[in-house]
Structure formats: C-alpha cells, structure tokens
C-alpha cells in the first residue's frame, strides 16, 4: 500500500483531518504542505495506479472533480490561476495536485512549475483544523457542501 492509499483508507474511516469532501470520484483534501496558500489534492478512490487505469466515466469523472476543485480553490483564494499536476513518478498511485497560483508570488517563483520553484518540504504545515480551518470550510462551501466534511 503507497501514500496515497493509506490516505484515502483514513478518509474513509473519518480520520484524515485534511479532507475537505468527498466528491464523486475520491477525496478533495487541503495540501499537507501549504507552499502556495489553498493547495489542495484530489485523491481518487478507488486507488487506481495512474489516470489510464480508469474507464472512459472514470476519468471524466475524475478529471472534472479535479476542475471543480480547481474553480473553488480559485474563488476561494482569489489566486490568478490553477495549476494542475498529475505526475504519479515517486506516488504510482492516482492523484491531481491542485495549485494556486498567486499575483504576489515572488518574480523568480511566477513562471516556474510549482513543484520545482518552492521547497514543499520546508513549507508550512497545512492545519485544517487550525489556521486553515476557514480555508477550509470556505472551499468545501464553494463545492457546495456545509457543515463537517462533506460527502457527494
């Protein structure tokens, strides 16, 4: 079992605190590394190995969950625009890094693919109970969910 499996295992027993909702084809989670401010990840579930693995509905289906997360990140945060990775080279299990995005993001860091501009390792922590926590239920309103951690 990789990374990604044991999260969605612990989104589907209610403890991933970083899950935002459950939508149609797996789990919008807040980012357990925030180097951009409302960067989340859409983790599919069922884990499959890569987006090929799934059916012609799977992949729509996954493909427009990642852009609905996309637009909410985007309302949410007020970012220029979203990024979207889908990479599976270290993790070979399905997921869609969501990433905003930012007008004030330094000149150096703008024009540079995020996973290499910034250093996710040292960034800070995601809280989605604490300091993202309005973050948090904002997004998951924008997805058109209230209360807890919504499921579709």
């Given at each position: 079992m990789g990374i990604i499996s044991d999260r969605v295992s612990l989104a589907r027993s209610g403890d991933n605190p970083h899950v935002i909702a459950r939508m149609p084809s797996g789990w919008a989670v807040l980012g357990e590394t925030q180097p951009l401010r409302g960067y989340c990840v859409l983790l599919a579930d069922p884990v499959v190995p890569h987006l090929n693995a799934l059916s012609g509905e799977g992949r729509r289906?996954?493909?427009?969950?990642?852009?609905?997360?996309?637009?909410?990140?985007?309302?949410?945060?007020?970012a220029v625009r979203i990024n979207y990775e889908i990479l599976g080279n270290l993790v070979p299990e399905l997921h869609a890094h969501v990433i905003p995005r930012h007008a004030d993001e330094p000149d150096?860091?703008?024009?540079?693919?995020?996973?290499?501009?910034?250093?996710?390792?040292?960034?800070?922590?995601?809280?989605?109970?604490?300091?993202?926590?309005?973050?948090?239920?904002?997004?998951?309103?924008?997805?058109?969910?209230?209360?807890?951690?919504?499921?579709?």
């Open positions: 289906a996954f493909l427009g969950d990642m852009a609905r997360l996309g637009d909410a990140v985007l309302g949410v945060t007020g150096d860091k703008r024009a540079l693919p995020p996973m290499s501009a910034y250093d996710w390792a040292g960034s800070r922590a995601g809280d989605p109970e604490g300091e993202d926590r309005a973050l948090v239920e904002a997004i998951r309103a924008a997805l058109g969910f209230s209360g807890g951690p919504a499921r579709a």
